[in-house]
T-cell receptor, first 112, second 116 residues
Framework: QQPVQSPQAVILREGEDAVINCSSSKALYSVHWYRQKHGEAPVFLMILLKGGEQKGHEKISASFNEKKQQSSLYLTASQLSYSGTYFCGTESRETSYDKVIFGPGTSLSVIP | DAGVIQSPRHEVTEMGQEVTLRCKPISGHDYLFWYRQTMMRGLELLIYFNNNVPIDDSGMPEDRFSAKMPNASFSTLKIQPSEPRDSAVYFC??????????????FGSGTRLTVV
């Protein structure tokens, strides 16, 4: 079952912060985050494996609450280059461990 | 490493024709995934292989779709006969396992398929 992402879309001015949320109805083993720019392939950002784990990538970080089956992606001091669609992908304990199901994506636009 | 290589980048074909998409995963990666992306349905997993063996093909839309992985460095996705509703971007991705789960996927550039 596909994870749910919110918001669907967000517009930021350079320097502003944003949070993108991802939740699942299934018990999660891991959460992946990817960014896709228009006309390009998705690019891996980070993976979170443990409950409560936080990871960072440049000024982008994420948290994973295993108990709530939720993950959040934090973008701080946004730059124009952050624009794109962000996908979370989940590996569930209730299905095969070896595949990631992607959410519908969150469109992020950073304007000057 | 050259990354995941897909061909062709673009394919335009007439309804009813056979289409073959190709993928070369990253050397050493033992998992290969085929995804289809459309505006309406997002990124859909079609099929994945582990060590060249198909593990889960539950996402393959119907019998018109088939996929093979004859060796560790090559996979194909075939649509026969093709229909306009098959128009989408098809991505191949590869990764490997590190004991606690899959590493992040590396996606190929995709094949944009248009069936007219």
């Amino acid at each position: 079952q596909q994870p749910v992402q919110s918001p669907q879309a967000v517009i930021l001015r350079e320097g502003e912060d944003a949070v993108i949320n991802c939740s699942s109805s299934k018990a999660l083993y891991s959460v992946h985050w990817y960014r896709q720019k228009h006309g390009e392939a998705p690019v891996f950002l980070m993976i979170l494996l443990k409950g409560g784990e936080q990871k960072g990538h440049e000024k982008i970080s994420a948290s994973f609450n295993e108990k709530k089956q939720q993950s959040s992606l934090y973008l701080t001091a946004s730059q124009l280059s952050y624009s794109g669609t962000y996908f979370c992908g989940t590996e569930s304990r209730e299905t095969s461990y070896d595949k990631v199901i992607f959410g519908p994506g969150t469109s992020l636009s950073v304007i000057p | 490493d050259a990354g995941v290589i897909q061909s062709p980048r673009h394919e335009v074909t007439e309804m009813g024709q056979e289409v073959t998409l190709r993928c070369k995963p990253i050397s050493g990666h033992d998992y290969l995934f085929w995804y289809r992306q459309t505006m309406m349905r997002g990124l859909e997993l079609l099929i994945y292989f582990n060590n060249n063996v198909p593990i889960d093909d539950s996402g393959m839309p119907e019998d018109r779709f088939s996929a093979k992985m004859p060796n560790a460095s090559f996979s194909t996705l075939k649509i026969q006969p093709s229909e306009p509703r098959d128009s989408a971007v098809y991505f191949c991705a590869s990764t490997t396992h590190r004991g606690q789960g899959l590493l992040g996927y590396t996606f190929g550039s995709g094949t944009r398929l248009t069936v007219v």
